[in-house]
């Protein structure tokens, strides 16, 4: 009998379910529009309604427990949702207790990082490691942390928000309210807001020629690297300076066995990585300069998977 677990994967603009088998694969799966500003009730109501669509893609099979992955903060053990901020109302929701009566099912709730850490770790890039650490770069920075095969949760599930570390005492202010946060250094929202304040609309740049008018994204800054574009190149390098002092601080912190870069941005990884490990080599203590840095390889699905595993690794 195929042991599977319901997952979801809720985010400020896509709620996304799928059924996963204890083999890390995605049997099913669908996906809406997150009711963000519409309160608690709302969502739980499009939770309920994307697992009967599931359900029904697949009807031969039962979940034996529901895993899903949230914004953070939240806190694991209790199953609650403290404070999200992408998601309007969520102050102290309980939502494992309220969709465990609802499904009748055990529930497991862990940060949306968390979950595509283990993701990671247990079905991608970390598989067979002891310790890891998992950074993911897109409109923000968020990530988790695999310590001596646990996943590091210090009080109320807080541990490990390292895209709020002091990485410098310049730039621009963090959403946080903070300066010099690695999120708002590095993120792709970063690496984009450098790219769009460095050229002009109509300018004839290839970074503008791909945005179409828009703001440049990260996303366009790597497109352009990949096309030989000299300013994007520069760019590009800047990203993976930052990159590279964000990474030396969380290996002398975690000291792991592997550090895995996932999100939008790690798709210009090999762009960056040079840069980067010449960074840490640069920065680094001796000890620590030999921990491989590698790119995930489970892509968008990490959370998913990694929330399923919440389920179907006990």
Known sequence: MTKVALAFDLGGTEL???????????????????RATDGPAAVIDQIEQLAT???????????????????????????VVIAAPTLAGWNEVPLADILSTRFQLPVRLENDANAAALGEWRYGAGRGVRSMVFVTV???IGGGVI?????????RGL??????????GEGERCFCGAIGCFEAVASGTALGRRATACTKCADGSLLRELSAGADITGRHVVEAGRKGDARAIELLNEEALWLGIGFTN??????????????????????????????VRDRAMPAYRDVPIVPAKLGPHAGLIGAASLILGE
């Open 16 to 34: 996304r379910a799928a059924l996963v088998n204890d083999a890390g694969d995605l049997l099913s799966f669908s996906a809406v529009p997150t």
């Open 250 to 279: 969380l290996l002398h912190l975690y000291s792991p066995d592997i550090l895995v870069i996932g999100g939008g941005i790690s798709h210009g990884f090999d762009l960056l990585s040079e840069a980067i490990v010449a960074t």
């Open 159 to 168: 541990a490990a928000e390292i895209g709020h570390m002091t990485i410098t």
């Open 138 to 140: 897109s409109t923000g």
């Open 147 to 155: 310590a001596d095969g646990r996943i590091l949760h210090g009080r």
């Open 53 to 79: 669509a599931i359900l029904t893609k697949a009807p031969d099979l039962s979940p034996i427990g529901i895993g899903i992955g949230a914004p953070g903060p939240l806190d694991p053990e209790a199953g």
